[in-house]
């Protein structure tokens, strides 16, 4: 059957991605770039683990907090002035984080930092889809997605070489050209806001979900061994925090329009598919905690070789992403998932075993294995996610699954800072092989986490619902424009 060919991608649209994924790159590689930073930043702020692992939390929780205000304030404001508004942020916060005089102060300005960067990727999403029209929204987040998928590779060896270089703080001062062209082309080229719409918010939903989540993990990341489970304070800070949570989760299910939609958890694949998500961002982040500190601490390794003993597994991750398209319609999302996550869990075994003098191939090699089995796994299950989404639902769904990535980014990090915490106040007293054991004790936990994985993906379909018949396996065609 013949089909019309589709529509191109001219100029202008290509000059509005161009320009927006300028303003996106610095929010794209400062979730990995920072990571090689934390020794540097502990030892010049004096820092603990758990405090340095804030350094993280604090920009990812933000990033979640963040993401479910950003269609509101679209739609209330227009999107260049919030666009604008977005890059302003995002510059202001990389000043302050590149000035900070404690690790307090830098996680602090982190935060503000996160406000920015929460907005930039979503808000590239929304213009994009506007100004692309369904046809070929495709094509170009496609496009724009390519240094998406580059961020875990060049993020670690940009960071290394910009570290040793020019010291720490200038991993926040690159930011500033790259921010400040950004804005003089979105002022040219962006459209103008034009007329604006008022839209509710759903405020009760405020006052419940981010402060939930914040006393939730800031709770958490007092707790540095079994005893302090019993702590007044901590313990009331998490049953505030579980109290918070679950009067959100009570008021989103009666709410016509809620900050969250948690409604969308009544379907068992969108269910099964975000917890999956959100361990699948534990398991990312977590080790981009725990590995720079261990090549730099352990093996005194400097940054630019620590970023490039990191690179693996974003080399792997690109690999995966590359093949999970030709394998998710071949393959059956179950079988998929779990294949899969045993692949990521083989690449993970290699480093519960790590010492004073490790193998550096191999564990590059099983850095590449893991990062291949995360990456099929990421595409499988948010191309899985909305099989049964209806359309109207896509663009809740979307942020719902944003948000979970973004928290098992968060909470991934905070654990795995605690488990080394405890490892290595717990390890001999000289550093050195008491230090390296408790690094590979903690990627005993990481395995753990990962094997975890197995169980929402047991509940997954082991086949698509509609019969594998061409035009009607294309249902899940809206799937594809909501991740992208």
């Known amino acids: 059957m013949q089909t019309s060919p589709p529509e191109r991608l001219d100029r202008k649209l290509l000059v509005l991605a161009g320009t927006l994924l300028i303003g996106a790159i610095a929010s794209l590689l400062d979730s990995t770039i920072v990571s090689v930073a934390l020794n540097d930043i502990g030892e010049e702020l004096d820092a603990s683990e758990t405090a340095l692992s804030w350094v993280n939390t604090s920009y990812l929780l933000t990033l979640a907090l963040v993401t479910p205000l950003v269609g509101w304030a679209v739609d209330r404001f227009g999107d260049k002035r919030m666009w604008m508004f977005a890059l302003v942020v995002f510059l202001a916060g990389s000043v302050l984080c590149g000035l900070a005089w404690s690790v307090e102060s830098l996680i602090a300005f982190r935060v503000v930092k996160g406000i920015g960067g929460g ?95 914040v006393a939730l993990v800031y709770g958490f990341s007092r707790v540095r061994d079994v005893s302090q489970l019993t702590d007044p304070f901590t ?148 191309t899985t996610a909305y099989r049964d989404v209806p359309a109207d639902r896509i663009a809740r769904g979307t942020v719902l699954i944003a948000v979970g990535q973004r928290v098992g980014a968060s909470f991934g990090t905070a654990v795995v800072a605690l488990l080394l915490s405890v490892g290595l106040t717990a390890a001999p007293g000289e550093a050195g092989a008491g230090d390296a054991a408790a690094y590979g004790d903690t990627f005993w936990w990481v395995l753990g986490l990962v094997a975890l994985m197995l169980l929402p993906a047991l509940l997954m379909p082991r086949k698509p619902r509609e019969p594998e018949t061409g035009v009607e396996r294309e249902e899940g065609q809206p799937a594809e424009s909501g991740h992208h």
């Not at 889809?129 to 496009?143: D, W």
């Not at 080229?189 to 405020?206: F, I, K, N």
């Not at 099964?272 to 534990?282: E, P, Q, R």
């Not at 999970?324 to 071949?330: C, E, H, Q, S, V």
């Open 119 to 213: 907005m930039v990727l979503p808000m590239v999403q929304a213009i994009l889809a506007e100004a692309a029209g369904p046809k070929r929204f495709g094509r170009v987040m496609s496009l724009v997605g390519i240094p998406g998928q580059l961020a875990p590779i060049m993020g670690p060896v940009a960071g290394g070489l910009i570290i040793d270089a020019a010291g720490w703080r200038w991993i926040f001062f690159v930011n500033v050209p790259v921010i400040l062209l950004a804005l003089a082309l979105a002022w040219k080229v962006l459209p103008s806001s034009g007329e604006r719409r008022g839209t509710r918010v759903d405020r009760v939903g405020m006052l419940l979900l981010p402060p939930g989540m």
């Open 235 to 382: 313990l009331g800070v998490l049953l505030a925090g579980l109290a918070l949570v679950a009067g959100f989760c009570v008021h989103s299910a009666r709410s016509a329009d809620p900050l969250l939609d948690v409604r969308l958890f009544r379907s068992r694949v969108f269910s099964t598919s975000s917890a999956l998500i959100l361990l699948h961002g534990v398991a990312i982040y977590g080790t981009l905690f725990v590995l720079p500190l261990y090549y730099t601490r352990v093996l005194g390794h400097d940054s630019s070789t620590t970023g490039w003993l990191l690179a693996p597994q974003g080399l792997g991750m690109l690999i995966g992403i590359s093949l999970a398209g030709a394998l998710t319609d071949r393959y059956d999302p179950r079988t998929l998932i779990l294949g899969s996550t045993v692949i990521a869990a083989l690449g993970t075994v290699a480093f519960t075993q790590l010492a004073e003098h490790p193998d550096d191939l191999l564990l590059g090699l099983s850095l590449c294995v893991r990062g291949l089995g995360l990456g099929v796994i990421g595409v499988a299950v948010i």
